[in-house]
């Protein structure tokens, strides 16, 4: 297995005849990346992929045994096909080359327009990112999970193209109020009541990424401008926040 970038690495598979679970395997240790193997898979594959992309090899092995792949938290899971993905007919597969630093959104999507031909709408009312991509040869569903990837971003699908919109914020209940007693009832105390210990108050200011001190949202897992891992810090605001 050789790699070009860390975004993607090249796989080699050769089969004859092996059962479809060893090549899941075998590509998967190639790519040096964790899956789960969520479906009864005992047919045999004939394949050869030389030094081929990581993620077109998995699709093109998905396709060969009417399988799909999702990632939850890093790990690929493998799993059947609905009928209804069986009957939609497949959309055409498009790479795309997204190379360049401190990109805005809209000039990522105006390449990704100007290599596929489809159409990617964004919502109005995104932030202002930028974007550090290293990505020579991609599909175009995975750039769009690498821009929507821990931005607080999200990437669907409609009848011309796709749209890139916010994710949804968290709801938060507000407290009921107690009933204030009634004003016949209310007696003047006889003592006077001890004042409660002040407490400190965290300040006011936005929370900020340790590395480049760029402007954090509480659902990021990684900063979009150098990459840093931020999920502690973010969890610790919302979890201040409550």
């Not at 395997?25 to 992929?49: D, G, I, M, N, W």
């Not at 030389?50 to 999702?70: G, I, K, N, Y």
């Not at 069986?86 to 990109?103: A, D, F, H, I, Y």
């Not at 999507?109 to 932030?127: L, M, R, Y």
């Amino acid at each position: 297995m050789r790699q070009t970038t860390s975004q993607e690495p090249l796989v080699t598979l050769e089969s004859r005849g092996k059962d479809a679970r060893e090549v899941f395997a075998e590509l998967f240790l190639q790519a040096a990346k964790p899956f789960v193997l969520h479906v009864s898979l005992e047919r045999p594959v004939y394949l050869t992929l030389p030094e081929m992309p990581f993620l077109r090899a998995l699709q093109l092995l998905c396709a060969a045994t009417d399988t799909r792949f999702t990632v939850r938290d890093g790990v690929y899971l493998i799993v059947p096909r609905t009928p209804s993905e069986r009957s939609e007919p497949t959309r055409p597969s498009r790479t795309v080359k997204l190379v360049g630093n401190q990109m805005t959104l809209p000039q990522v999507v105006q390449a990704i327009k100007a290599q596929s031909g489809i159409p990617v709408e964004v919502v109005p009312g995104i932030p202002a990112l930028r974007f550090n991509l290293n990505l020579p040869s991609v599909e175009l569903e995975a750039a769009l999970d690498a821009l929507c990837k821990g931005t607080g971003l999200r990437w669907e699908r409609t009848a011309r193209g796709y749209r890139i919109a916010p994710t949804e914020p968290p709801h938060l209940k507000a407290a009921q109020a107690p009933n204030p007693p009634p004003p016949g009832n209310v007696r003047s105390p006889t003592t006077q009541p001890r004042s409660a210990p002040a407490r400190a108050v965290p300040p006011d200011k936005p929370l900020m990424c340790p590395k480049c001190s760029y402007g954090l949202q509480l659902d990021w897992r990684y900063c979009p401008i150098c990459g840093t891992w931020v999920k502690p810090l973010t969890d610790r605001a919302k979890w201040e926040q409550r």
